[in-house]
């Protein structure tokens, strides 16, 4: 008998996060993606865009910041 199945683990499907924080210090998420590539692109590109905001990318489950 299998564990849980990795298809109705939603961490196993998308486990890349991109993570933004406000000058005020409050975190969202901005989205998930199945590759740290892919997510990694995405911060950039919304990093470029030159605003306060901080973006970077964690994997679900682990807690980063920048």
Known sequence: MLG???MSD???VLPWLV???D???SR???GRYA???EAQRTADKLDERGHKQLY???RVGQTARP
């Open 4 to 6: 849980k199945s990795t």
């Open 10 to 12: 939603s961490g196993a």
């Open 19 to 21: 993570i933004r924080q």
């Open 23 to 25: 000058d005020n210090g």
């Open 28 to 30: 969202y998420r901005v």
């Open 35 to 37: 590759t740290q590539d």
């Open 56 to 58: 970077w990318v964690e």
